[in-house]
């Protein structure tokens, strides 16, 4: 079985302040997708890499897929309350990538 | 547009009680699935189904059943419910392709919360 380590589990960090949530495997994934879950509700799709090396920008938030796509990163620059939720990387693997495996999530706090 | 919907939304079984857990989506999508999330244990596939009439395991299959009649619709049956089955269960589904300029996007319910006591 493919394991995705995410880190940190939790993080609380004071509004305007930059952090990076890492997701980190021994195995290579043919794409990784990150996913914000609010309380109450589903994940939702932010992005997904698939090159090696791959940089996607979205608005205040920046993803990078390791060169040999086995990790990924998401920093996110002066952090707003409204970035709160919960954090997920899913990696397709190699062999059956229909079957995202989940990482176990970074729960972010941005107080104000 | 609905999108994939789920209910119950809450539900309390008691030990050795059956239930469904029913799944629609209007998306036309070929691929659902069904993750259960437990706390601090990220998402894990329960099932899951490329089309209508085929279904496959995931990584935590037992103690689940399945079934694909339609594009739309794919329950989630409980037989014998357990303690170890409460959680929050998401029903997903995708248009799975990672070409022609498609993410791979799961589209999610809103969760069924199930306990059983």
């Known amino acids: 079985t493919q394991l995705l380590e995410q880190s940190p589990q939790f993080l609380s960090i004071q509004e305007g302040e930059n952090l990076t949530v890492y997701c980190n495997s021994s195995?290579?994934?043919?794409?990784l997708q990150w996913y914000r879950q609010e309380p109450g509700e589903g994940p939702v799709l932010l992005v997904t890499?698939?090159?090696?090396?791959e940089v996607k920008k979205l608005k205040r938030l920046t993803f990078q897929f390791g060169d040999a796509r086995k990790d990924s990163s998401l920093h996110i620059t002066a952090a707003q309350p409204g970035d709160t939720g919960l954090y997920l990387c899913?990696?397709?693997?190699?062999?059956?990538?229909?079957?995202?495996?989940f990482g176990q999530g970074t729960r972010l706090t941005i107080n104000p | 547009n609905a999108g994939v919907t789920q209910t119950p939304k809450f539900r309390i079984l008691k030990i050795g009680q059956s239930m469904t857990l029913q799944c629609t989506q209007d998306?036309?999508?070929?691929?659902m699935y069904w993750y259960r999330q437990d706390p601090g244990m990220g998402l894990k596939l329960i099932y899951y189904?490329?089309?209508?009439?085929?279904?496959d395991k995931g990584e935590v299959p037992n103690g689940y059943n399945v079934s694909r009649s339609t594009t739309e619709d794919f329950p989630l049956r409980l037989e014998l419910a357990a303690p170890s089955q409460t959680s929050v269960y998401f029903c997903?589904?995708?248009?799975?392709?990672?070409?022609?300029?498609?993410?791979?996007?799961?589209?999610f319910g809103e969760g069924s919360r199930l306990t059983v006591l």
């Open positions: 997903a589904s995708s248009l799975f392709s990672l070409t022609g300029g498609n993410t791979g996007e799961l589209f």
């Open positions: 195995s290579v994934f043919s794409s």
């Open positions: 890499v698939v090159t090696g090396g």
């Open positions: 899913a990696g397709a693997p190699i062999q059956g990538a229909q079957k995202l495996v």
């Open positions: 998306m036309n999508h070929n691929y």
């Open positions: 189904s490329v089309g209508a009439g085929i279904t």
